[in-house]
Antibody, heavy 121, light 107 residues
């Protein structure tokens, strides 16, 4: 059974960089047919897709965050990471990692439990 | 970006009721529409993909329909474990976008 587990700092100061890691177990990040996404949910609000990375290493980012986002993969540890720079209070959210099944139809079939990141001084 | 809207934003229903939730896309997305269920403090769970395909392990009381811009999620007979928030998501083009959610609570 595939499992995803987010980890990282739960409190980040404004203007600093948010860093999270998603450890994948029960499957390989290098498997074809999947991509690996970060999705966030501000308190009481809807879900926002941040971006993803494919097994090839190709990345796609939400244009609304593209200038501040980097998603990378560490195949030796079977994990992928998110960095979001220059954070503000608007970046406070629960951050989820998820597996995307592709090619079409594309959907998120496995999710981590989520981790709350608060941006505050 | 493709904008997703849902109606209603919330509804109250009783166990055994038939419940229908609507999702609308700002442009045609063919059948590239997924539905998720989310309970408080938990990650979303995939229910329906490609508008009408039931995810493995999901109860048959959930069904989806629609294509183009208008989609529906139907719960045929609401059960106590179905009280949750339901969100639609388009996978027609990036950035993938989600609807704002429909909260289903107990009448």
């Amino acid at each position: 059974q595939l499992q995803l587990q987010e980890s990282g700092s739960g409190l980040v100061k404004p203007s600093q960089t948010l860093s999270l890691t998603c450890a994948v177990s029960g499957g390989s990040l290098s498997s074809g047919g999947y991509s690996w996404s970060w999705i966030r949910q501000p308190p009481g609000k809807g879900l926002e897709w941040i971006g993803n990375i494919y097994h090839s290493g190709s990345t796609y980012y939400n244009p609304s965050l593209k200038s501040r986002v980097t998603i990378s993969v560490d195949r030796s540890k079977n994990q992928f990471s998110l960095k979001l720079s220059s954070v503000t209070a608007a970046d406070t959210a629960v951050y989820y990692c998820a597996r995307g099944r592709n090619p079409t139809p594309y959907y998120f079939d496995y999710w981590g439990q989520g981790t709350l990141v608060t941006v505050s001084s | 970006d493709i904008q997703m809207t849902q109606s209603p934003s919330s509804l109250s229903a009783s166990v055994g009721d038939r419940v229908t939730i609507t999702c609308r896309a700002s442009q045609s997305i063919s059948s590239y529409l997924n539905w998720y269920q989310q309970k408080p403090g938990k990650a979303p769970k995939l229910l329906i993909y490609a508008a009408s395909s039931l995810q493995s392990g999901v109860s048959l009381r959930f069904s989806g329909s629609g294509s183009g811009t208008d989609f529906t999620l139907t719960i045929s007979s609401l059960q106590p474990e179905d009280f949750a928030t339901y969100s639609c998501q388009q996978s027609y083009s990036t950035p993938f976008t989600f609807g704002p959610g429909t909260k289903v609570d107990i009448k």
